[in-house]
Each structure stands twice: as C-alpha cells, then as structure tokens.
C-alpha cells in the first residue's frame, strides 16, 4: 500500500493550461504539504495544510491554489501554466502532534511537470 | 528562521573510498529534528535518518554513520567503502518544534561514485 500517492507521475502541458495534481495520503496524517523542486535540485516548501486548513502560504504566486477537500487530500491546481512552472512536485505528509514531530515527513514519489 | 548549509555542491569518489557530506544549520529552537534524505536518479525521497536535539549520539547503520555536533551545529554523514549505488543527491532538512514550522531543506550533495 503506497503511504503517499501523487497523481499524475509525468504532466507535459503547454503554457496557458490549467493542470491539476492529486495528492492522497493513507496514513492517518493531519498535515500534509506541497513542495516544489527546481531544476537546481532545490526542495522549497510551497503550501501546508492542517486538517483541511490552509497553515503555512509562502510566497508562491497565486496561480497556484491547493485544495483539501479532506485531510487525507491536498490537490494543487495551477492556473495559466508558463515555462519557470516546469519542475518537480513532491507532496508530504506528517504527523500534527508536537510530540511526533520527529517523526518527519513522508513524501510521495513527485509528479514532473513539464511546461512547454 | 531555520537554515540548513550543505556547502559541497558536488563530490566524485572512486568506489570504495569513504565520503563525508558536511551538513550545518541554524535554529533558535532548543528543541528541533535533523534528517537525512537520499534521492537516486529514480527521484524520490528516501528517508534515511532522524535525530533530535537532545540525543548527540552518534549512529552508524552498515556503512553509513552520522556524527551529530550541536557544538558546532553540525550533522555530517559518512558513507564507508562507498559504492556506485550510493550515487544520488543527500539533502540534510531541519524541522524545529515551535509554532508551524515546516521541514527546511539544504540545497542537497549530488555524489558521484565512480567504478
């Protein structure tokens, strides 16, 4: 049973599309989280979400809008795509309990989203 | 503000040879959580370590072992007898404890093993 799941693996788009990446987490998490990796192989926090509330915004612009529809989800959509979109989206999940903070992170296997 | 500085962009070995990726990081936090984390050309993230603030002891799994300093700040990983397998990308992450903080990474250690 894959703990986190991203949906889908590879997404090639044209700039000006819309696209959307699921992301489920079967663990029993509180929080899950969005995080983006560039070409550069830099990992940076995008969005977090504790039990379908918005928690952690940095500075992303807003063409990217996440949605939990329950805490086991957090979807990313992307409006209006453009080439420096490209990169890879990893979700996360983890526990929200201060004392399993240890714990860390449980990420899903990335989605490459290539925007051409 | 957290901060992890993995200073070595790049390392090359030859196989066998033993390998430290340096890991520095900065919190006010007492209490916080080091990680090590392996990508392989594949691209996930392959959880390799946890220590937290309190516990310096130092920890060897096979051949790989990790040299915790708060002295210094410091959380290095050594790989013994490297081989090609261990090729891949190492992002040390710090997540301290307070308010919403969430897992920072460092910019990651591409090593190369060659055969």
Known sequence: ?????????????????????????????????????????????????????LIINETVPNRFSPKSPDKAHLNL????????????YFCASSPWDRGLLGYGYTFGSGTRLTVV | A???TQAQTEISVVEKEDVTLDCVYETRDTTYYLFWYKQPPSGELVF?????????????????????????????FTITASQVVDSAVYFCALR???????????????LSVIA
């Open chain 1, 77 to 88: 959509h992307i409006n209006s795509l453009e080439l420096g979109d490209s990169a890879v």
């Open chain 2, 96 to 110: 301290a404890e307070s308010g919403n903080t969430p897992l920072v990474f460092g910019k990651g250690t591409r």
């Open chain 2, 48 to 76: 390799l370590i946890r220590r937290n603030s309190f516990d310096e002891q130092n920890e060897i799994s096979g051949r790989y072992s990790w040299n915790f300093q708060k002295s210094t700040s410091s959380f290095n």
């Open chain 2, 2 to 4: 957290q901060k992890v």
């Open chain 1, 1 to 53: 049973d894959t703990a986190v799941s991203q949906t889908p693996k590879y997404l090639v788009t044209q700039m000006g599309n819309d696209k959307s990446i699921k992301c489920e987490q079967n663990l029993g998490h509180d929080t899950m989280y969005w995080y983006k990796q560039d070409s550069k192989k830099f990992l940076k926090i995008m969005f977090s979400y504790n039990n379908k509330e």
